[in-house]
């Protein structure tokens, strides 16, 4: 079943559901492992694949609960060399990262525990080929991390009112802040010079949870960037009118304070020049209702650095949290209505088009996901997966002269791996098929001066689009 029919068949059901905000009795993280040996590996996923790594995850369950099981990853190039065995402490919750393969070669792998080895599926191959990196020097790192919702309580709702629906899943622990601490900790590791964060920053735009956002990001060794999201808007609780006076813009006061208040609060993009290249935050909430849209105002604004950029001949990375691609909005749950409207759209991309932009950042639909336009061509657009629940990580843009090496990086830690495979179940356990993204869209190669033709949308089906010319 397709990522999106599958979606759409388990909002079918819904209203059939007990509107408890709990999980739902078979649909949690261990459902798949009823009939399987206890200690089992069940939910393998190959995450990540980069020029010389891989990672894989997965759960062990016994009678419908995990169960601490033993860890291997066995893998080898097809044809023969660079063999070897990983292996990883005992748990419940899976995470083996294998480093030192090979660029541009063909691996096959398996997995195993409690002397079982998972069978391939959709999501765990069994082959991968690792990337091979784009021609000149290696520039610099940039890190994103999307939809972190600092401050929500229940994660996996399409809707609060009048009952949560579908049933979802809570946690003792704050476990917004808990992911992107761990967000945060892997990204530090990584060497970034500079974090990209197109939202939503908060769940309701309160001054606590935005402050607290803003003191988790501190903890960055590089500088970071971020955007507004649609539950970042103003206004949205009632002590926002005298905590963010005037404006009730605590998003505002906490990540643009020098930006002066006025009565009504206004559209806040941002641009910044890093290593020789402007990076370019709008703000795509509608302030009152949270819909997607690039206000005129906006893109004189953006025009006008754009021009900025081309006269120093610096490329331009630009970011925001609604989807902008045409495919993005046709293609989302709900359809047609979740990214920018077009109308905005459609004159964000012109304009775009008429820059050196070498990639445009979304976030809002949790999703890993790339899109491609008509007006901007080989140009990736990237819908960037959540942070806060599953598929939950965070992305790496290795950029060089040549091009750039877009990795997806599940977050690494006791609580991290646990909630992870938790939400993996929401919306029925069908999430993944709608929110991983396939391997493409996860880690590829994109080569800047490839021939400049139209490139393919990925699809929603689960499957691998068609290759295109600069893409790996």
Known sequence: MGRLAAFVCACLVLLALPASGQAVEGFGPCQR???LPPGAPVNVELATVTDTEFIVTWLTCSAGAPIESDSSVTYAQVGGGGAGTATGPKTAFHYVRISDLEPGTTYSYSVGSGGITAPPDRLHPGTFTTLTPPPGKELFTVAAVADIHLGETVSGLATSTPTELPPSYRSDLPYPAKMLAGAVAGINSEDASLTLIPADNSSHGEL????????????????????????????????????????????????????TATSEPQHLPEARSHRGWMFISLDSANLETGTGEISEGQMSWLKSRLEKAKKQDRPAVIFFHHPVAEYSSTLAVPPAVFGVNQEDAQGLLTLIGNYDVRL????????????????????PILELGATKEYPGGYSLFRFYEGGFIRTWIPIECGFCNTWRETTRGEYLSLYPFYTSGSLRDRNFVHLFDSPNVPGIPSTPLGFWPPAIPGEA
């Open 208 to 259: 606590h949870d935005l402050t607290e956002a803003r003191h988790l990001l501190a903890g960055l060794d590089g500088d970071y960037m971020v955007a507004r999201g649609a539950h970042d808007r103003p206004g949205q609780y009632e002590e926002a009118a005298s905590a963010c006076f005037p404006d009730a813009d605590c998003f505002r006061q906490v990540f643009r304070p020098n930006v």
């Open 33 to 35: 492992a009823n009939e």
């Open 360 to 379: 445009v950042l979304n976030s809002h639909t949790h999703r890993n996901w790339i899109a491609y336009s008509p007006h901007t061509g080989r140009m």
